[in-house]
Each structure stands twice: as C-alpha cells, then as structure tokens.
C-alpha cells in the first residue's frame, strides 16, 4: 500500500496550520514506514491520497490521481467568517468541494458533525491531530533565550499567542486585555492568513501601532519552541476552531492554557484548560494563580493521547482499510 501527502506549500500556504499538520503527520508516518508514504507528489499511481488543503494544486492533482481520494477537514465554513474577506462567497463551495474526494477525516466531534451535516453521504472517519510529544518539551534554557529575546525578566508574566493577525482568532480580545494588564506582557506570534486580503488588515495593523509597551507582535519566529517555552501562560481568545496545534504544542510544553469557550474547546480539552466567555473572566483566569498552578501538573500528560505516534498509526490503519475496500 502506497500513500501521498499532498498539501499547499507555497506562498502564504506554508504558514497556514494545514501545511504544518501535513508536515508532522508525514515525518512521523515516515519514519515508521519508509517505503510506504511519499510527500506532495505529483504521481497520479498511489493506492491512497490525503490531502491536507483544496487549494489549485490539490484539486488539479485530485483531477487525475488515480487512487482512494482523502480529505483532512482542517476547515469548515464556519472557521472562515471573521478570517478572510468574501467569506459567503467560499463558504458556498464547500459542499461542492468536499464532495469531490472518496472520504473526509474529521479532527474533532464537532466538525465530524458539521460535514456530515453539509454532506449527509460522505463516509468520514475520527482522528484527532496530534503533537511531537518529543520536541515541545519544558526547557529551561529556550525560556531564558526567549525572554531576553523580548527583553523580560524572570519575574514578568508572560502571555503567549501564536495565531493569524485575524478577527476570528481574537486579536481584539488579545488586545483590550493587555490594555487591562499592563504589568503583563503579552505576545503574539504569527502574521496574517492571507496578507492584504487578510479580514481587518488595516485596522489591525493600525491598531497594533497604538498598542502597549506591554504588547508584542513578533511575526514567525525561527524556533516556535522556544516561545512556547518562554511563556507563562497560553491565550487562545478565537471564536471559531476546528483542533488547533497550538493548543496541543503549548499542553505538550507544559504551559496552562487559557481559551476561549467554544464546543470544540470544551469537548477535545475540558478540564485540561480554563474557558472564558468574555475578556473579564479571561483577565480573572489570567491572574488565577491557583487554577493555573493546577493546570501546569497536568497539561502534559493530558497530551499523551494525541502523540504524533499514536496518531499516525491510525492513519495509516485508515489509508490500509480505505485501499482494501477500494
């Protein structure tokens, strides 16, 4: 049995969650099974295909690849409102786009049921994301090249974000609350989706101008580790999210994870996280050192069932079954 990874990776794609998914998925599958999984390519002969993304690339690739066609939902259409301009107008393709492929793998509960929902006769299978358990680990020595990177000292709180400069994913939350706590110091990691088209574009940039000394926006950084390392604390304010890596990477690293409260949050990492509803109560569970001492005993072995091992034995326990049955 033979297997492709197929995902964007050019361009702006390469930034986008997706691509990095695809990436940690096929290292691990990889290094397992050599022979039996190949990346991006361009060979119409495997017996499976997954695709990652449903960009001009994929689609023409899915046009005359010959095998089981695989879909990874790593979006829906309601993840696009508040992230990109035009929104209406892609979310209409999405029925017609999934409908394309021979099967769909949800990550979360949630998701599974929104495409089954869009498309009542799509066979579709279970499989959560997973986290190199083995590269985001506690460090004390990346904590220390981070924070003097941002120029802190040991005893600054430190409030990490590593997400698109996007409505959707809260920036603006992000920012009323670093107005709140000023002796905080609060840092966004990552840039815009989609540049220019980017939702907001110009209102963020103007309002990342006028924020705070407190405030931080440092782009892509080389090692993603070492912030994660580096932080005290992980803030996910976004409204709508299928099971970003984020969450896992900063779990796997032993940060306390403070996010907002949405059904995937809630069902995938319940006690494992403090949801809020609003800024206030974020700002109350940002400065509840009891809750989050509680969640730093625990955020990591909470991690174990989404080891990139575990994980990518199950896809590849999927691609097995789905070209059997072909």
Not at 124 to 136: M, S
Not at 286 to 293: F, I, M, N
Not at 299 to 308: G, M, Q
């Amino acid at each position: 049995m033979r297997a492709n990874i197929f995902v964007e990776d050019i361009f702006f794609f390469k930034y986008i969650g997706c691509s990095t998914l695809a990436k940690t998925l096929y290292r691990q599958i990889h290094e397992k099974h050599p022979y039996d999984v190949a990346w991006n390519s361009y060979q119409p002969d495997f017996d499976v295909v997954h695709y990652h993304s449903f960009g001009p690339m994929a689609l023409t690739h899915r046009s005359y690849s010959k095998g089981v066609k695989i879909l990874t939902a790593h979006s829906t259409p309601r993840l696009n409102d508040g992230n990109v301009a035009f929104s209406t107008i892609i979310n209409n393709q999405y029925p017609k786009i999934y409908g394309k492929f021979d099967h769909i793998i949800a990550i979360t509960p949630p998701s599974l049921r929104e495409i089954e929902e869009m498309l009542p006769d799509m066979p579709t299978t279970l499989i959560p994301n997973g986290v190199n358990r083995e590269k985001f680990i506690p460090d004390e020595e990346k904590r220390r090249r981070f924070r003097s990177y941002l120029q802190v000292d040991d005893d600054t709180t430190v409030v990490l974000t590593v997400a698109q400069e996007t409505p959707r994913k809260g920036i603006y939350d992000f920012l009323k609350l670093a107005k709140k706590m000023p002796d905080v110091t609060f840092v966004w990691v990552g840039g815009y989706p989609y540049s220019v088209l980017s939702k907001d574009y110009a209102k963020i940039e103007l309002l990342k101008r006028k924020s705070g000394k407190n405030v931080k926006f440092t782009g892509f950084v080389p090692d993603i580790t070492e912030a994660y390392t580096g932080a005290d604390i992980f803030l996910l304010p976004s409204y709508a999210e299928i099971m970003p890596m984020v969450l896992l990477e900063a779990l796997a690293t032993g940060v306390p994870v403070v996010a907002r409260d949405i059904p995937e949050f809630r069902e995938v990492f319940g006690d494992a996280s403090l949801l809020f509803s609003d800024i206030h109560e974020a700002e109350g569970f940002l400065r509840d050192e009891t809750a989050l001492r509680r969640l730093r005993g625990i955020s990591r072995s909470f991690t174990e069932r989404f080891d990139i091992n575990r994980i990518a034995e199950e896809h590849m326990n999927t691609y097995k079954r789905l070209a059997e049955d072909a």
